[in-house]
């Protein structure tokens, strides 16, 4: 029924499409997203570092790219520097835009850490924006300041009572000892000034 010949024509034509199609889909930006808490201790009242990296593996520029990180409620978390919502005009194919904000924890807790997500347009003509969504940190508990001061703090006046209170117990003995020094010195010093003179 079906020759060899139009088994082959139908196989090229399929292939010949696919390659199209693929080449055309490669023709975009394509963006991954990373978000990053660089501290390693979190701290009430004290700045956190989120570092969110931007890479256009696409083989175009991407334009119009904003990213928005509404993971940290205003009754929670104050921004001390930098943006959680940016916009970026482009970032060229193969390239990489890193961006910092710098935010207080105001309450203590567990805490978890959601994505950013990022919008995009991936070619110079495209219509309908693309979206890409960023690694998440996961729960990170933020430890309150008075406890952390418990733990990691010099404590020099809990040293310093110490050092007062340990005082008695290192001097008396001394004192002792001292005096019976001194005492046997001296009779030490008596017995040989007396054989000297016979």
């Excluded at 835009?97 to 959601?114: D, E, Q």
Aim: glycine share 4%; net charge positive.
């Amino acid at each position: 029924m079906y020759s060899l010949k139009s088994f082959v024509i139908v196989a090229l034509i399929c292939t010949s499409l696919t390659v199209s199609s693929q080449n055309a889909d490669s023709q975009q930006a394509r963006l991954l997203v990373s978000k990053q808490v660089l501290n390693k201790l979190l701290v009430q009242d004290s700045d956190i570092l989120v570092k969110y990296t931007i890479y256009n593996v696409g083989s175009v520029p991407a334009t119009n790219v904003v990213l928005q990180d509404s993971g940290f409620p205003d009754e929670a978390f104050a921004t001390v520097k930098g943006n959680l919502n940016i916009r970026f005009n482009r970032i060229p194919s193969g390239a990489n835009v890193t961006h910092a904000v710098v935010i207080k924890p105001l309450t203590y807790g567990r805490f978890n850490f959601t994505a950013a997500v990022v919008q995009y347009k991936s070619s110079e003509g495209a219509e309908e924006p693309q979206f890409a969504i960023s690694s998440e940190p996961g729960e990170g508990y933020i430890i309150s300041y008075a406890e952390y001061d418990k733990k990691f703090s010099p404590h020099l006046l809990d040293w310093f009572v110490f050092a007062i209170m340990t005082l008695p117990a290192v001097v008396g003995p001394f004192m002792l000892w001292w005096v019976s020094k001194s005492k046997y010195e001296l009779i030490l010093k008596q017995k040989r000034e007396k054989l000297s003179k016979d």
